[in-house]
């Protein structure tokens, strides 16, 4: 028998075991962003000027059984293209200051049930579990206008948790719950920390009142991030923001605004205030944000100064910092908008003045040689296939852009 | 035939009477050729230089006079005209200057128009005569008694502009100490660098080494090195990563070690209670004191098992570590754990202080006072007679902020002569009076301006402080990694004699002399050399001698002494994320 006809043979098999299979939809696609920076002045009194390719992404969708089953699968390469961080000012998280960390290279593995029984009325629910984001706070930056991370961005994304999170839809609102483990990454190589799965939760509330607009609250209760054991300070989160995405004159029109706060056990408490937005006409894309991050400070490595020791010795910290900053950036489109294989040219330019809130040992001025900083990008963000999925939610609360039959 | 030779003969006076004036002659297209008469393949001197030369010949090889030749440096650097003229003879030569550095280079001699052009000149230029005898790399190693260097020791002979020059003869020789020097070769090899193996021969001392080449400036050129004892590890009890082990006490073979949110872990290790050993911890008990509100949880510090005047070894006073901005604010209180059954140990008080936590302890057991370093609450003395049992507010004796409000975070207290000596992160190192627990400034403070304070030990009429982090100011950031050596003069108070530098550290984090006062060790966190360092004070108390070092990648946040079974070995906190204890036996290190 041919290995033609096996195959043939092995298709009809599964077509008839699960037919439903054969009405699966699914999408696929890539994104890379190459691009060079120049942070001045940098940790250290210093400047630095960076390569890397950020946010090398290849993901998968599908929709089985009629839409019952939904798998989502993001592979992410930054632990090999930016093992050592990628230059950001004012960024944190993970052990990294001024840089941002390499994701997980699993950063979605995802499935969800969606109406597998039917609730009476409205209502649509799912269950959702694997690897991915817990139900908190706006779209993750990778969804967003510019490619240079806002700080706070461990202050409105929980992502790269082992997850499971009931939704519940009816009409405009969709409520979801989650557990999760409280533990970050440690590197891009690590798995959730799985004896810690559910020691932490939270709820996001989303409401669209009107068409394009989408209002958004959530709750976090986060236990020890920052320590794997499980010994550092447990993290009480909220975050709300509002977001508009409506055609607008001969473009589209794309605006955020968020307020989030977390407080660590009383002891460490960080607001973050964001407001962001993007005009898209043609091939053409400016984007503006503003920004005031509060964020930790920590003893930096002798042999990095954008790292920190991790995991934490010891509940304390240097203190706190401000971060005001704007970010004024466009893209131009090389290639014809929404084609397969995409193409576009990016330049950003971000300004940051940092100050101190609390820490009687800081000295910002001196660690950068002044409190006024800079930071230039170019880079070309080249995507493939179909667009970027909007990351962190899943089940009811995920929309569906499903472009291809199998 | 003729008659062409003296079109060519008339064609060259043309020439030649054309090159008396100051434009240069113009050759006919292929009808003159270029050639190298002199200069290639010369060597040269850095510094020096070399004469270049070419002729320029008609088609029937007479010399034409007054062409300009142009010329280039193509390869490596150095300097030439751009461009000389052909005299009578055909010649045009140009000086090259061929630069300070040595290797090959070459230069393009160019003339338009003629065959042969461009020729190219290569000269190979070489370090010029010795001048300086140069240190390139080995000073400053250690190595245990008895075995190499790392690394060889190395000099560089050089000329003039830092060329290495070779076949230099060099000699070395050790000038001080146990060891001996073997060089690779007895002159410089092509780079001009000398290089020898140190084998130490002796079990611990300073060694000095020296390397001369004549009379060479630089010559001769000294070397330091250290032998040093080896340190044995006995055992290493892994502690929960929670987030591990921060400090340790030992009395009376019991082993009292503080794991954090694991709680207070007591081991016999040779106490014969349960048949322990420091090879061989047996755990008797433990307890998980309460949070008391404090955000981290028990957070379990420090310990101190207090023995009482009358005997009584019932109580253990634990630090509790909660969450905090360094020099700034802190949480934490003292809890007070009964050990009469050291099985199971029971909280039975504690004390605490509003707006600050605690830190390190010392417990004047004859008066029956406890200090407490308090962070920004300073130091608290508190009253532990009797029975303890509650709230011990009403215990406080008196609390000073050694370097007033806004200027005071404390991290230890010694009793000492007297005294209480207080290491604050902020202000430096304080002499503290305590008239029956009244605590007053008395001394010191505001002393280490460039460098956050950290513990601290005294003996010998001496006291030594750690340093911790990196302090930026104005003019920069310094590294925490000084120990600070103060002499206590007439009436006690702190004056700052010497420093001890550890390269590749950021933070000494704990001190610690042995009773008997010869033996200093510290531990040292962040960077390549963290883990912990040993001194010797037996020659002097102000200029440490080095005996040895045990490095531990993720750092030692504490250590101390013990005395077991007629050994004395350390007890030493590794720092996540493998936390553990760590048992040596430093006995051979003396005295």
């Known amino acids: 028998m041919s290995v033609r006809a096996r195959g043939a043979l092995v298709c009809a098999a599964l077509a008839l075991a699960c037919p439903a299979a054969l009405r699966a939809q699914w999408s696929y696609g890539a994104q890379a962003i190459p691009v060079i920076a120049r942070a001045d002045p940098a940790p250290i009194d210093s400047s630095v000027t960076q390569f890397v390719v950020a946010q090398p992404v290849v993901w998968v969708h599908g929709m089985l059984w009629d839409g019952r089953v939904r798998l989502h699968a993001m592979l992410d390469g930054e632990a090999l293209t930016m093992k050592n961080g990628q230059i950001a000012t004012s960024d944190f998280g993970e052990g990294w200051s001024d840089k941002r960390h390499p994701h997980t290279w699993a950063h979605e593995l995802i499935a969800s049930l969606v109406d597998v029984a039917r609730l009476p009325g409205p209502l649509h629910w799912s269950l959702t579990a694997g690897k991915g984001f817990a139900p908190f706070g706006s779209d993750d930056p990778m969804n967003r206008p510019a490619v240079l991370f806002p700080a706070n961005h461990h202050w409105s994304q929980i992502l ?16 979801e719950v989650g557990w999760f483990n409280g533990d970050e990454p440690e590197n891009p190589w690590q798995w959730p920390n799985w004896t810690r799965f559910a020691d932490s939760r939270s709820a996001r509330l989303t409401v669209a009142p009107l068409n394009g607009l989408e209002l958004q609250g959530s709750l976090a209760d986060v236990a020890s991030p920052e320590h794997r054991g499980g010994a550092g300070l447990d993290h009480s989160m909220w975050n709300v923001s509002a977001r508009y995405q409506h055609p607008a004159g001969p473009g589209a029109l794309y605006a955020m605004a968020e307020l989030a706060r977390t407080d660590e056990e009383g002891v460490f408490v960080y607001h973050s205030a964001l407001a962001e937005a993007q005009y898209t006409v043609g091939r053409h894309r400016p984007y503006l944000r503003l920004e005031q991050t509060d964020r930790p400070e920590e003893p930096r490595l002798l042999n990095d100064p954008f790292r920190s020791i991790r995991p934490h010795n010891e509940n304390g910290n240097l203190g706190i910092t401000r971060w005001r900053s704007a970010v004024a950036g466009y893209g131009w489109s090389v290639t014809r908008p929404g084609a397969r294989l995409r193409a576009e040219a990016v330049a950003e330019a971000a300004y940051f003045h940092v100050t101190v809130v609390t820490g009687a040992t800081l000295n910002p001025e001196a660690f950068y040689g002044r409190n006024d900083l800079w930071q230039l990008g170019v880079g070309l963000r080249i995507g493939a296939f179909d667009p970027l999925h909007r990351m962190g939610r899943y089940g009811v609360a995920a929309e569906e852009p499903m472009h291809h039959h199998m | 035939m003729r008659a062409r030779a003296g079109v060519q003969a008339l064609t060259a006076a043309v020439l030649l009477a054309a090159c008396n004036g100051t434009e240069p002659t113009r050759l006919a297209p292929g ?9 290639d393949g010369d060597t040269a001197a850095a510094g020096g230089s070399v004469t270049l030369t070419v002729v320029v010949q008609d088609s029937s090889g007479i010399p034409v006079a007054g062409v300009d030749v142009g010329w280039m440096v193509t390869q490596g650097s150095g300097t030439v005209p751009a461009s000389t003229r052909t005299i009578a003879d055909g010649t045009a030569s140009a000086g090259f200057s061929v630069g300070a550095t040595t290797g090959v280079k070459q230069v393009t001699a160019k003339v338009s128009g003629a065959a042969g052009s461009p020729c190219v000149f290569t000269v190979t230029v070489v370090a010029g005569p010795a001048a300086r005898l140069v240190r390139s790399g080995g000073d400053g190693q250690t190595a245990i008694g008895g075995q ?13 502009y830092g060329n290495g020059v070779p076949g230099r003869s060099v000699s070395w020789s050790v000038t001080h100490g146990a060891a001996t020097v073997a060089p690779d070769a007895p002159a410089t090899d092509s780079a001009g660098i000398s290089r020898a193996t140190v084998q130490t021969t002796g079990p611990v001392g300073t060694i000095a080494i020296q390397a001369s080449a004549g009379a060479l400036s630089g010559s001769p050129a ?11 590890l006995v055992k290493e009890l892994p502690i929960p990563a929670n987030y591990g082990l921060h400090d340790e006490y030992v009395r009376d073979g019991l082993a009292f070690l503080c794991a954090w949110n694991t709680g207070l872990l007591i081991y016999d290790v040779g106490n014969g209670m349960l048949g322990g050993s420091p090879s061989s911890p047996v755990l008797v008990g433990s307890i998980i004191t309460n949070a008391n509100g404090v955000a981290g949880g028990a957070s379990v510090h420090n310990a101190w098992w207090y023995h009482a005047p009358n005997g009584d070894k019932r109580y253990v006073f634990i630090g509790q570590e909660g969450g905090g901005v360094v020099g700034t604010s802190s949480s934490g209180d003292i809890h007070v754990v009964d050990v009469s ?20 302890f010392w417990v004047d057991e004859t008066s029956q006072i406890l200090y407490a370093a308090y962070y920004n609450g300073g130091v608290v003395a508190l009253d532990i007679s009797g029975t303890l049992s509650g709230d011990l507010a009403a215990r ?8 007033g409000a806004g200027n005071t975070y404390t991290w230890g207290v010694t009793l000492y002569n007297g005294s209480v000596y207080a290491t604050d992160m902020l202000s430096g190192f304080w002499q503290l009076s305590s008239a029956a627990g009244q605590l007053s400034v008395a001394g010191g403070g505001n002393n280490v301006p460039e460098r956050f304070g950290s513990d601290q030990w005294l003996a010998n009429g001496y006291a030594y402080s750690g340093t911790w982090g990196t302090r930026f100011t104005a003019t920069g950031g310094i590294r925490g990694n000084a120990l600070k050596i103060w002499q206590l003069n007439a009436t006690g108070a702190p004056v700052l004699v010497d420093s001890v530098i550890t390269d590749n550290i950021n933070t000494v984090s704990d001190v610690e002399v042995s009773a008997d006062g010869k033996l200093l060790m510290f531990g040292a966190e962040n960077g390549p050399n963290a883990g912990i360092w040993f001194y010797s004070l037996a020659a002097s108390r ?25 050994r004395r070995y ?7 994320p493998s936390p553990s204890l760590l048992v040596l036996d430093v006995t051979d290190l003396g005295p």
Do not use: C, M, W
């Open chain 2, 31 to 39: 009808g003159a050729t270029l050639a190298v008469v002199s200069g």
């Open chain 2, 222 to 232: 000294a070397f330091a090195a250290t032998a040093t004892i080896a340190v044995v």
């Open chain 2, 570 to 576: 350390v007890f030493a906190a590794k720092d996540p």
């Open chain 2, 341 to 360: 059954d050291l099985a199971h140990p029971t909280e039975v008080a504690f004390y605490h202080l509003a707006g600050a936590g605690t830190h390190n």
């Open chain 1, 160 to 175: 790269e948790r082992a997850v499971a999170v009931v939704g519940v839809r009816a009409g405009p609102a969709t409520l």
């Open chain 2, 396 to 403: 406080e004796i008196s609390r000073v902020q050694p370097g």
């Open chain 2, 542 to 566: 102000t200029r440490p001698a080095l005996l040895g070092q045990y490095l531990v990648g993720s750092g030692v946040h504490t250590a101390t002494f013990a005395e077991i079974g007629g």
């Open chain 2, 148 to 160: 190499r260097l790392p690394n060889k020791l190395e000099v560089t002979v050089v000329d003039a």
